[in-house]
């Protein structure tokens, strides 16, 4: 089975603050994928990694795939009230393209 | 508009008694799935179809049954809930068979308290 580890599961900070969160695991994926939780609803997709070492950015938002494909992290810079959520990674496997989810991250921003 | 509709949302029920979950999704997609969202464990895979009458067990499929008559419709039934089956539940679908790079699109979720 192949596990993805997200740290820290829960985060706390002021509005302003640079925050990142990470998806670490000991199996490789061949993409790797970002997802925000708000609540009452379903995750909602960020972004897509397929590239070791890729780097996106969204907005504010950066999300990096490391170069073994075995971890990601998502860097937000001056965190938003909007940005409040839970972050899911969800990593794909080879061959069998099976998508695995993390634990999760549960962000807070306070004004 | 484009999206996965569950119903229902909120549901209390006892043990032993049969329910089902529907889902509806609007966008043609082949693939279609549920979860289960539990506290410190993220998001796992009950049941998923590639296609119409094609379905397979995910991670934790023990105590769920699932059909897919119509390409549309998904529906998760409990033949006998036990409350060990109180979770979040949500339905996701995405364009293709298989699910590779193609993103998945999830419904609200649906709450559900067996007792």
């Known amino acids: 089975t192949q596990l993805l580890e997200q740290s820290p599961q829960f985060l706390s900070i002021q509005e302003g603050e640079n925050l990142t969160v990470y998806c670490n695991s000991s199996s490789v994926f061949s993409s790797l994928q970002w997802y925000r939780q708000e609540p009452g609803e379903g995750p909602v997709l960020l972004v897509t990694v397929v590239t070791g070492g890729e780097v996106k950015k969204l907005k504010r938002l950066t999300f990096q795939f490391g170069d073994a494909r075995k971890d990601s992290s998502l860097h937000i810079t001056a965190a938003q009230p909007g940005d409040t959520g839970l972050y899911l990674c969800?990593?794909?496997?080879?061959?069998?393209?099976?998508?695995?989810f993390g634990t999760g991250t549960r962000l807070t921003i306070i004004p | 508009e484009a999206q996965v509709t569950q119903n229902p949302r909120y549901l209390i029920t006892v043990t032993g008694k049969k329910l089902t979950v529907t889902c509806s999704q609007n966008m043609n997609h082949e693939y279609m799935s549920w979860y289960r969202q539990d506290p410190g464990l993220g998001l796992r895979q009950i049941y998923y179809?590639?296609?119409?009458?094609?379905?397979d067990k995910g991670d934790v499929p023990e105590g769920y049954k699932v059909s897919r008559k119509e390409k549309r419709n998904f529906p998760l039934i409990l033949e006998s809930p036990s409350p060990n089956q109180t979770s979040l539940y949500f339905c996701?679908?995405?364009?293709?068979?298989?699910?590779?790079?193609?993103?998945?699109?999830f419904g609200n979720g649906t709450r559900l308290t067996v007792t």
């Open positions: 179809s590639m296609n119409v009458e094609v379905t």
């Open positions: 996701a679908s995405s364009p293709r068979s298989g699910q590779g790079n193609s993103p998945l699109h």
């Open positions: 969800a990593g794909v496997g080879f061959g069998n393209e099976k998508l695995t």
